[in-house]
């Protein structure tokens, strides 16, 4: 074989033993789990190696064509899983054209980075969008002091800074009832529970989430994320009240778990049939993926959503308005967990307790 040759069947094996990799159903560990993560990048690599393979083997061993074959299966697997978020796919929220104020909602997710300290970026970006919710994730006391003066307009707030990379912070423009500080899983990772009240006088029911990743300097597993996400999910199941959860859920959102999350739930996701907004890592261009999640019920449609400008952190902040009309039920299709899917998501949750 010359260098060619081995360089092709060496990037070949990578990107197929990457996405057997991510077929196994070993349930938690971290090193399986990691391959939901990248499949843009694996299928990238799949396509660059099927394009060399038609360029420099001539096919004259059954090995060609072994290797060949997988890699298109490969790269079909890969890009059944991902092709939802594209353009090209139906989308499952619809679009609301219109300037009804009084029943719309918008949302800025920014994952600060804890040791960031460009506190003006994200402030100028909160000034020129103006959204009427805004949360925070890794924000500590510092990052506390930084944000004090979005209380003039932002005056109801959920408080929980820490120092472990976990720490949350929701600013309101509008009234919050019955706000909480939940610990779902860990005594160290903080939730948000709450009602809030729209201009219309509509509660909607938010939840705030920020679970740890499976990496080896987090978690050596995906159990805890994994049972965060299904108990709230299982906590709206059914619900006839508006629902709205967001957060950096540490998860992409073509993974199993975060399938399996939306289909307990029933909730929607906005990004299918419209992009990936990929909002990690904002420092490599070539290694990102959507980690930053906005989900809502079938209350809703999309008005706006947009993937923000870098604020010195590794995440990227994302945006999201909606429009509030319950007869949206009847419009828009919810996915729904079968048996055997909720079997499954129990497990998780009783092995996590």
């Known amino acids: 074989m010359n260098i060619v040759t081995i360089l092709i069947v060496a990037f070949s094996t990578v990107g197929i033993l990457s996405t057997v990799a991510s077929l196994i159903k070993w349930r ?14 694996i299928s990238t690599l799949i396509i660059l190696m099927l394009i060399c393979s038609f360029v420099f083997y001539n096919f004259a061993h059954l090995w060609h064509f072994i290797l060949a074959g997988l890699l298109i299966a490969c790269l079909i697997i890969q890009a059944a899983k991902i092709y939802r978020f594209t353009p090209f796919a139906r989308k499952q929220v619809l679009g609301y054209k219109g300037n009804d104020e009084k029943h719309t909602i918008s949302i800025m997710v920014s994952n600060v980075l804890q040791t960031n300290r460009k506190s003006g970026k994200l402030l100028e970006l909160i000034k020129k969008y103006q959204p009427d919710i805004i ?3 890794e924000t500590d006391k510092w990052w506390e002091e930084q944000l004090t003066e979005l209380e003039k307009k932002w005056p109801y707030t ?6 472990n990379l976990y720490g949350m912070h929701l600013f309101s423009r509008f009234e919050l009832r019955n706000a909480q500080i939940k610990f779902l899983v860990r005594d160290d990772i903080p939730s948000f529970e709450m009602q809030v009240v729209l201009k219309s006088g509509d509660l909607v029911n938010v939840f705030c989430l920020h679970p740890k990743p499976p990496f080896p300097s987090e978690s050596d597993t995906s159990l805890f994320r994994d ?27 073509w993974s199993h778990s975060t399938q399996l999350f939306q289909k307990v739930s029933e909730l929607l996701d906005p990004r299918i049939g419209r992009g990936f907004f990929n909002t990690f890592n904002a420092g490599y261009p070539l ?25 010195g952190s590794d995440h990227f902040p994302i945006y999201s308005k909606l429009y509030y009309n319950p007869d949206y039920q009847t419009e828009q299709d919810e ?6 899917e909720m079997e499954f998501a129990n497990e998780v ?5």
């Open 28 to 41: 938690h560990d971290w090193w399986i789990r990691v391959f939901d993560f990248p499949r843009l990048q």
């Open 135 to 137: 949360l925070t994730l």
């Open 158 to 163: 959920i408080k929980k800074p820490m120092d």
């Open 227 to 253: 049972a965060e996400l299904l108990i709230v999910g299982k906590k709206v199941e059914n619900s006839k009240k508006p629902v709205l959860i967001f957060g950096d859920f540490n998860d992409v959102a």
């Open 287 to 311: 290694f990102r993926w959507p980690l930053d999640h906005i989900f809502h019920s079938d209350h809703f449609k999309l008005v706006k959503m947009k993937r923000l400008k870098n604020i």
């Open 335 to 340: 996915p729904d967990a079968d048996g055997d």
């Open 349 to 353: 949750i009783d092995d996590a307790r």
